[in-house]
């Protein structure tokens, strides 16, 4: 299949905080950019000097035919320094902070340039252990005034990279476990922390494809298979299915825990880098700089410069497109009358702090005490709380009829606070495990299933 639908995702995870806003090389936030999937030398995550050298990830395959294939991409950013030089009169180059250009300046700043590695196809139960070497480099780029006089340069410089992947299979009853890990190799101690990001690999993720065999999902496995996704761990990096909704033949290992199947949203007309980004938000926050501030972001990076572009370009139908969207809409499952289904009145039978709901066998209430199992369909939040104990605080069901179980943490030291002002977990009775408790309040059953 085409890579370009998953490409368009891992992207999204490559550059996330690649810039941030406002864009601009003056803003703190931009000058320890790097948020996600860094992998340093090694040594730098000891001395404080940068993040850990490695990531892991474990999958499950369905060997469908015999023999399976797998392809491995390796995509990650290489830092670039980029150093504006002015020319003196004498002919020489120095070092300066920023470097008029036609149209606007450029400043000395750090890029980045995108790697993508593509390790030959093999065998699914072929072994794996290769070197990856990204050579350094230095580019010279020539600055000229309007009438082609000599006024400066820009020099690009990059360190040498050297990472190892590592892949293997092992055999889990019908399944085969395929373990990928990449590590930084760089010979060199890092000295100091430009160094240690220098020779890193930023934003690392892996793209696996397979040929004669299907992934398997970790999030929701199927029933024969739920035993061994549970068998598979996971360090700085979580692989989930990728592309077509239903397709089996690819995996996205991000270092940022996301969905089976995850997409851009067709509304968004490009990226904005920022973490969690909104697009509405920051597109109308953009609009509200100053044309002086536009320069400073311009002069930062191209691809500031090209969100600036993008945000100056946007019509009013543009920006509607980006306000929010109604997915799958359906409305309630239960006739309210002439009362609208959102107004508490509409059912007065419904009383979320009396009721209950039995969750195996046991009736389950506001004051019982429940251990938290999280589904895997559950959110990265929720799986925090696996196996804690929670007291219920009220049983609610939604306008589908769906039950759901508002509960705090009974460990939580601002467990009462949260309670107070309403702010509670919600998981359904499936995901509760009722516990004994001293004593249990005499309330009626939940009027709604």
């Not at 003196?88 to 149209?103: I, N, W």
Request: glycine share 8%.
């Amino acid at each position: 299949m085409s890579l370009d639908l998953v490409r368009t995702v891992a992207d999204a995870v490559l550059y996330e905080g690649y810039l941030l806003y406002p864009y601009r090389a003056s803003s703190s936030k931009n000058q320890s950019r790097w948020q996600f999937g860094v992998l340093g030398p090694p040594g730098a995550a000891a001395a404080g000097l940068g993040e850990d050298s490695g990531m892991a990830m474990e999958c499950l395959v369905d060997p469908v035919e015999q023999p399976g294939f797998v392809t491995l991409h390796l995509r990650f950013l290489h830092l670039q320094v980029r150093e504006a030089q002015q020319r003196d009169a004498g002919g020489d180059h120095v070092p300066v902070e920023s470097l008029a250009v036609a149209g606007g300046s450029v400043l000395s700043w750090d890029e980045a340039v995108e790697r993508e590695i593509t390790l030959p196809e093999q065998l699914l139960l072929e072994p794996l252990d290769t070197v990856v070497e990204v050579p350094g480099g230095e580019d010279v780029e020539p600055v000229t005034d309007g009438s082609g006089t000599p006024t400066g340069r820009i020099v690009r410089r990059r360190q040498p990279l050297t990472a190892r992947v590592r892949m293997s299979t092992t055999r889990d009853g019908d399944f085969l476990r395929l373990s990928v890990a990449v590590d930084n190799e760089h010979p060199d101690a890092p000295p100091d922390k430009d160094f240690a990001i220098r020779t890193s690999l930023i934003g690392a993720h892996v793209i696996l494809e397979v040929r004669g065999a299907g992934f398997v999902s970790l999030l929701e496995p199927p029933e024969e298979a739920s035993a061994a996704a549970g068998r598979c761990s996971q360090r700085r990096c979580w692989p989930v299915l990728a592309g077509p909704a239903g397709s089996s033949d690819v995996v996205l290992g991000a270092p940022i825990i996301l969905y089976d199947y995850p997409e851009v949203a067709e509304q968004s007309q490009g990226a904005l880098f920022d973490s969690t980004e909104i697009d509405e938000i920051l597109s109308l926050r953009v609009m509200t700089m100053t044309d002086d501030e536009k320069a400073q972001a311009r002069a930062t990076d191209p691809r500031a410069a090209a969100i600036i572009d993008r945000c100056d370009d946007m019509s009013a139908t543009d920006l509607q497109q980006l306000h929010g969207i109604l997915r799958d809409p359906h409305g309630p499952s239960f006739e309210t009358g002439d009362v609208p289904w959102w107004d508490p009145e509409a059912d007065a039978s419904v009383r979320p702090e009396v009721d209950a709901v039995v969750v195996k066998g046991t009736r389950v209430a506001r004051g019982s005490l429940v251990r938290v199992h999280p589904s895997r369909r559950a959110d990265a939040q929720d799986l925090f709380f696996a196996d804690q104990v929670g007291r219920v605080t009220a049983v609610l069901s939604d306008v589908d009829g769906d039950v759901h179980v508002a509960l705090v943490l009974v460990d939580d030291p601002a467990a009462d606070l949260h309670e107070w002002y309403g702010r509670y977990l919600y998981f359904s009775p499936d995901e509760l495990e009722p516990l004994p408790a001293e004593a249990q309040p005499a309330q009626r059953e939940e009027s709604r299933s």
